[in-house]
């Protein structure tokens, strides 16, 4: 089966930055579609940045122009760089992928915590 494992995740002041990574076993980043979801307590799930074949990337009016998804195919690691940090940031973040149909392979999660 698919691993996915996300790290990077802290505790950082508004206006901050971090670079979440999510490295992938049995699985090539580059073949299909990757995101990151994130998910607050009291919130619904929420995707906040997507990638697919092609290196076309896609992101929410909440995270356009701060975050960035991008690959690093020698490493088979997905990664998301996140400028200027707001507390509405703060939840669990995770990395998630697709072998043909929905996003059905998760990682365990991180935690983004912005004060």
């Known amino acids: 089966h698919v691993q996915l494992v996300e790290s990077g995740g802290g505790s950082v002041q508004a206006g901050g930055s971090l670079r979440l990574s999510c490295a992938a076993s049995?699985?090539?980043?580059?073949?299909?579609?990757m995101a990151w979801f994130r998910q607050a307590p009291g919130k619904q799930r929420e995707e906040v940045a997507r990638?697919?074949?092609?290196?076309?990337?896609v992101y929410p009016n909440s995270t356009k122009g701060r975050f960035t998804i991008s690959l690093d195919n020698a490493k088979n690691t997905l990664y998301l760089t996140m400028n200027s940090l707001k507390s509405e940031d703060t939840a669990l973040y995770y990395c998630?992928?697709?072998?043909?149909?929905?996003?059905?392979?998760w990682g365990q999660g991180t935690q983004v915590t912005v004060s």
């Open positions: 998630a992928t697709t072998t043909g149909g929905g996003f059905n392979y």
């Open positions: 990638i697919v074949i092609g290196d076309i990337t």
């Open positions: 049995r699985y090539s980043v580059s073949e299909y579609c």
